[in-house]
Nanobody, 122 residues
Framework: QVQLVESGGGLVQAGASLRLSCAAS????????MGWFRQAPGKEREFVVC????????YSSDSVRDRFTISRDNAKNTVALQMNSLKPEDTAVYYC???????????????WGQGTQVTVSS
């Protein structure tokens, strides 16, 4: 079993950058594809970006491509989300998730963190 804890959220102005981090428990971190999702008020949880087990492949949603970058450190059991050029529409609770394959569907991921709030003011 994997436990995930996100950190790094906050309130920033449009155009700013923010870095989220997700710390995973357990010794099997490298077995999992890691993803970031987000959920805005009144909306469904949506895929943001994911990274393969050893960081060799990533996949991003169109809305964040060229602005957000995912990375992982298997030695430290962490995955990070670097968010640049933030927009008010990026405001959401951001969730870290662990799954078995590169996927954009929420039901493809087995483990979830509790989420961290990101608010972007205009």
């Amino acid at each position: 079993q994997v436990q995930l804890v996100e950190s790094g959220g906050g309130l920033v102005q449009a155009g700013a950058s923010l870095r989220l981090s997700c710390a995973a428990s357990g010794r099997t971190f490298s077995r999992y594809v890691m993803g970031w999702f987000r959920q805005a008020p009144g909306k469904e949880r949506e895929f943001v970006v994911c990274i393969g087990r050893y960081g060799g492949s990533t996949y991003s949603s169109d809305s964040v491509r060229d602005r957000f970058t995912i990375s992982r450190d298997n030695a430290k059991n962490t995955v990070a989300l670097q968010m640049n050029s933030l927009k008010p529409e990026d405001t959401a609770v951001y969730y870290c998730a662990a799954g078995q394959s590169i996927a954009t569907m929420t039901n493809s991921y087995e483990y979830w963190g509790q989420g961290t709030q990101v608010t972007v003011s205009s």
